[in-house]
């Protein structure tokens, strides 16, 4: 009797279902968000035959970007999308993504931010800091110029008072002559390009675009080689995590790299869509040549201001900034080479 009870329990025990709870800041519908809702989530369901799925809520509902680290951490939820920049106290290593004016697009940077993780064990060990881990890197479009004036080369910049929110750009703008500035995301920021209190912006250009910076900057010069380095992480608690059976955690595993399989190639079409849309709107939109590119890598002196940041995190005790500043130039610049090879 004992028997045929244990044994009528087995099945119902393994098709229980467990719900992860995932929080985002951003609403549903860009192609980050709508790339984990439609590809990585279906993705953990089926690896995981329906033991794990996904209760996701959009657009802030449960955290905004600064508090997304504290709540995970915390275990308020099971996962969140973590972008570092907001937590630099929390996570100064990972600002060093954000210290290139160019670097890889498409397929080569989502390479090159695996790489990275699974190279350089301060990466995880840093988000262990915080009790989260990593299930998977998300990152978005490239960095885009928007002016106010015509541009006909990024040279125009100089003189001008351009907004950036990232300390890295503001240092490549003064750097190539440029007044940089900071102000809050959103209305403050339309409000100052609408009245030219600010010359334009230097931003992803997804960002611009559904600021409708357009209206009052549509000047725009991109390319897909301009670096933004903005990482996504999309972080599970890391107690949520170790309570997952071993099967659960392959099947998440697996899932990841479902999805980095196809990633690349999403962003690449993403980013041409990007660009019509722009162009409809009424933009005028010009593709920086290869040359250009590099002369703004050498006006941005970006060697200059990562020496500068490693000695200010130094004396704030980051121990060892140098050497994982290094570790990552290192696979920026084997990255790189590999693209140049390809082309």
Excluded: C
């Amino acid at each position: 009797m004992a028997l045929l009870l244990t044994t009528s329990l087995l099945p119902a025990a393994a098709s229980a279902t467990q719900v992860l709870i995932y929080s985002d800041h951003e609403p549903l519908g860009g192609m980050r968000t709508r790339f984990i809702n439609d590809v990585f989530f279906p993705a953990i369901e089926k690896e995981s035959q329906g033991r794990l799925k996904v209760d996701a809520h959009w657009g802030g509902e449960l955290n905004n970007s600064y508090e997304a680290l504290g709540k995970v951490s915390q275990g308020d939820v099971d996962m969140a999308t973590v972008v570092p920049e907001y937590t630099a106290d929390q996570l100064p290593l990972h600002q060093i993504f954000k210290s290139f004016p160019v670097g890889p697009t498409g397929a080569h940077q989502v390479d090159f931010f695996r790489r990275a993780y699974a190279d350089i064990p301060a990466f995880p060990a840093e988000l262990k800091k915080n009790n989260v881990v990593s299930v998977f890197l998300e990152t978005g479009y490239p960095l885009a110029f928007f002016s106010s004036k015509a541009m006909p080369d990024l040279g125009e910049i100089k003189g001008g008072t351009w907004r950036s929110a990232s300390f890295w750009h503001r240092d490549f703008l003064q750097n190539a002559g440029a007044i940089p500035v900071t102000m809050p995301w959103g209305e403050p920021t339309y409000n100052a390009l609408k009245t030219g209190a600010i010359d334009g912006m230097m931003l992803n250009v997804d960002s611009g675009y559904d600021l409708k910076a357009y209206r009052y900057a549509p000047n725009v010069l991109i390319s897909k080689d301009l670096w933004l380095g903005h990482l996504y992480i999309l972080a599970m608690n890391e107690k949520t995590w170790d309570k997952l059976s071993l099967e659960d955690q392959a099947a998440i595993q697996r899932a990841a790299q479902t999805a980095y399989q196809s990633l690349g190639s999403v962003m690449d079409s993403s980013f041409n869509t990007q660009i019509d849309d722009l162009r409809k709107a009424g933009a005028t939109v010009r593709i920086l040549k290869p040359q250009e590119v590099a002369q703004w890598q050498t006006t941005t002196h970006y060697q200059a201001a990562q020496a500068k940041w490693v000695k200010e995190q130094e004396a704030k005790g980051v121990n060892d900034a140098e050497t994982v500043m290094k570790q990552v130039n290192a696979i920026m610049n084997e990255a790189m080479q590999q693209k140049a090879h390809k082309n």
